[in-house]
């Protein structure tokens, strides 16, 4: 396993000639080795929520997950999909980090091919940018690690879990779908197709249709059969990394994904999980999980840090726990500079992940069993349910929650 201290131009694998060579997948022939972590570790969920280009960081963080606790279930969504399925897919350690240093950052923000130039100006009708090239680096470490499809993240026999989930782990997908038929079938190519989609937004925009209205949670696989019922018996089939860059892909800026109902001929429309909520969980209703939930996040400003925040946060993860780590300069930055980060500056956030962790990671985890434990002793027994508050961060957010069973909105800017 790669030593915490050795430096970003460490970053190379046998026969490596630069750097730029850790944009590929390893070569077949380097083997690829899991960890070994302690024995006896208490198994919890493990939440990742948005981190938008500050993967890295929540790799270093997901590193002392594995020491602290047995994460026997990955909760993630927007960029804490990259860490997230790669520590479910059993990336080892070292090459989580090589991995997440080499993202290909640089190619998000890149207009994609086909729009014309009035439809590169139309954000609030479709998106701009494609991470199609994000989905493909993905999926070729996954191979990599020989996980393909979501089968290949099922729970082997005898493996810990939490009661009625058969993935190790789930993916936060927000989804619309448009209040009637399309025009139309629309063909594979067509639903890929950046104009087309284009299109599919203006006429569902100018039809006052407002798919806004209609978004709901989709957790993928394990929820998908619910509200995308010909995908049920084929989700076993897609592959982790193409779910990954739907749950990445921030609407209005990215390329919504775009499929089509095959009874109804309603258009769907999947984004960003974190549109629904950036601290994701399936198990996040108001009862009590089967599991510890643990969900660490960076604090955005200053009073993230203080009491009143860890109320909030006690009030939108009742029965689990949000840790908040100060923003320190290797994770201040804008969206906008994430294409122009270095491989030492991923290395940087890496480590300043681990650091920060081990600093606070084992203590937090210590007070979440006990604090599971009594709510388990207060609550279970009588499936009691609490109202979980989620923060209308915008007005997408807003409509979203308030079409959320069980929850209530909170006016905040912050989550």
């Known amino acids: 396993m790669l030593d915490d201290h050795r ?32 024995a006896g570790r208490t198994p919890f969920i493990a939440v990742l929520g948005s981190s938008g280009f500050r993967a890295s960081w929540q790799t270093g963080i997901a590193d002392v997950l594995e020491r602290i606790g047995d994460p026997v279930r990955w909760d993630v969504t927007s960029g804490g999909a ?11 350690r070292y090459w989580r980090r090589v991995m997440n240093a080499a993202a ?71 989804l619309w779908r448009t209040a009637k038929p399309y025009p139309a079938r629309c063909t594979e190519r067509q639903l890929r197709d950046p104009e087309f989609i284009h299109r599919a937004f203006r006429w569902a925009f100018y039809g006052r249709q407002f798919p806004l209205r209609t978004f709901r949670p989709v957790w993928v696989p394990d929820t998908v059969g619910e509200h995308l019922p010909w ?88 029965f689990g726990r949000v840790v908040r780590f100060d923003v320190t300069p290797e994770t201040d930055f804008g969206s906008l500079k994430g294409g122009h980060l270095t491989l030492a500056d991923r290395d940087a956030m890496w480590r300043r992940g681990v650091l920060q962790g081990r600093q606070r990671l084992t203590g937090e985890f210590s007070a979440l069993i006990r604090q599971h434990a009594a ?32 929850t209530r909105r909170c006016l905040d800017n912050r989550s």
Not at 21 to 31: F, M
Not at 82 to 92: D, M, N, Y
Not at 126 to 151: H, I, N, P, Q
Not at 294 to 309: I, V
Request: hydrophobic share 35%; charged share 25%; glycine share 8%.
């Open 7 to 38: 430096t970003a131009n460490e970053f190379s694998y046998p026969g490596s000639d630069s750097l730029g060579r850790l944009w590929e997948r390893p070569p077949r022939d380097q083997a690829h080795v899991r960890d070994e972590n302690p």
């Open 82 to 92: 990259i860490p997230g399925i790669a520590a479910a897919a059993g990336i080892s």
């Open 104 to 174: 290909p950052s640089h190619k998000i923000l890149k207009p994609a091919d086909g729009l014309r130039w009035f439809e590169r100006r139309n954000l609030d009708l479709g998106g701009v940018y494609d991470m199609t090239e994000v989905e493909d680096w993905m999926a070729a470490w996954l191979a990599w690690a020989g996980v393909e499809t979501f089968r290949d993240l099922r729970y082997e026999p005898g493996d810990a879990a939490p009661a009625d989930v058969s993935h190790r782990a789930g993916i936060c997908v927000s």
């Open 231 to 318: 995908l049920k018996n084929e989700i076993d089939d897609h592959s982790p990394a193409f779910w990954a860059r739907v749950s990445m892909s921030q609407w209005p800026a990215c390329l919504p994904t775009v499929l089509q109902d095959p009874r109804s001929r309603q258009l769907v429309f999947l984004i960003d999980g974190g549109h629904i909520d950036n601290q994701p969980s399936l198990f996040n209703d108001g009862r009590v999980p089967p599991l510890p939930l643990l969900n660490p996040r960076l604090a955005q400003n200053r009073r993230q840090g203080g009491p009143q925040q860890r109320r909030r946060d006690s009030r939108r993860m009742p």
């Open 375 to 406: 709510a388990r002793e207060r609550h279970g027994r009588l499936d009691k349910r609490l109202i979980v508050e989620v923060p209308a961060l915008h007005g997408f957010q807003a409509i979203a929650t308030a079409r959320r069973p069980g």
